[in-house]
């Protein structure tokens, strides 16, 4: 499986960005896809997941203001982002994984290099 992430940018507080994540080489069709972020000398987190059964599920601190969606038709993940706060700035990666479920980093397999987004207040 190969993804690739696109649309991080610097912006200021209160904007919006969307991030896409193109997948190739899956044969799967049921696979779990998810956002996750890691800030200089943080851990990687969990921001928004579509688990295999479609149900989706998000971090607290962005619930409200991320949408995690998916075009199948085009293998792209998005996560919709709005509001953005200066807590948000991060690395933004996309995972998948056939069996994983909820947010946690170390249940996704297959990574992405990551999009850099800079929000400033």
């Known amino acids: 499986v190969h993804l690739l992430e696109s649309g991080g940018a610097s912006v200021q507080a209160g904007e919006s960005l969307t991030l896409s994540c193109v997948a190739s080489?899956?044969?799967?069709?049921?696979?779990?896809w998810g956002w996750f972020r890691q800030a200089p000398g943080k851990e990687r987190e969990g921001v928004a997941i579509i688990d295999s059964d479609g149900t989706t599920r998000y971090r607290d601190t962005v619930k409200g203001r991320f949408t995690i969606s998916q075009d199948n038709a085009k293998n792209t993940l998005y996560l919709q982002m709005n509001s953005l706060k200066p807590e948000d700035t991060a690395m933004y990666f996309c995972?998948?994984?056939?069996?994983?479920?909820?947010?946690?980093?170390?249940?996704?397999?297959?990574w992405g290099q990551g999009t850099q987004v800079t929000v400033s207040s």
């Open positions: 995972a998948a994984d056939r069996l994983a479920y909820g947010l946690a980093p170390d249940a996704y397999t297959y």
């Open positions: 080489g899956y044969s799967y069709n049921t696979y779990s």
